[in-house]
């Protein structure tokens, strides 16, 4: 028994999660209409493209996690930015938990992705968790200058970067 979810959730998610979680995704990412289909075998699979053929934009990355990783590559050194703030300047359809979930699976990406500098929107250091130890994502800030205090960043306001603002990226310093 295979089963085939199609809407505007990534296909990825197909192998990283149950489907209860897949749909739960869809569901996050205001994927309103969702189609399941049952199918018996294989050869009743459909095209997943309805025997079109599909041009796909050269700079169009493949995933949502890739359009994540690339807008946190660019969140300059001591600063921080939110998931929130990334899924918003994604200009896709996703959560803030959604980029959660692909920082999380960050670890393994090349190249490397700074996660430990996406943080909630009050700045706590909520995703501390899924580094190799539990204080790794709070020395790693610390080494950038940024001050965290209980899992929290003390001056979140100031060393806070919006990816969504257009202009130059100005590096904060330790006073």
Known sequence: MIFIITSKA??????????????AVATAANTARIIMKKYLN????????????????????ASFFLTVYK???????????SYGAIAEA?????????VGWAMAAAGGAK???PAH???NSKGELSGAAHFATPTLMQEL????????KNNKII??????WNPATPGPKKRVTKQ
């Open 155 to 160: 001056n979140f306001q100031s060393v806070f």
């Open 117 to 119: 500098r996406v943080v």
């Open 42 to 61: 294989q050869k009743d699979l459909p095209s997943l493209n309805n025997g079109k053929k599909t041009a796909e934009k050269a700079d169009k990355p």
């Open 10 to 23: 990534t296909w990825f998610l197909l192998r990283s999660f149950t489907w209860r979680e897949v749909i």
């Open 111 to 113: 190249p490397a992705v």
């Open 141 to 148: 800030l610390e080494q950038e200058g940024i001050e965290v």
């Open 71 to 81: 807008i946190a590559r660019q969140v300059p050194r001591g600063r921080v930015t």
């Open 90 to 98: 994604s200009g896709l359809k996703i959560t803030g938990r959604m």
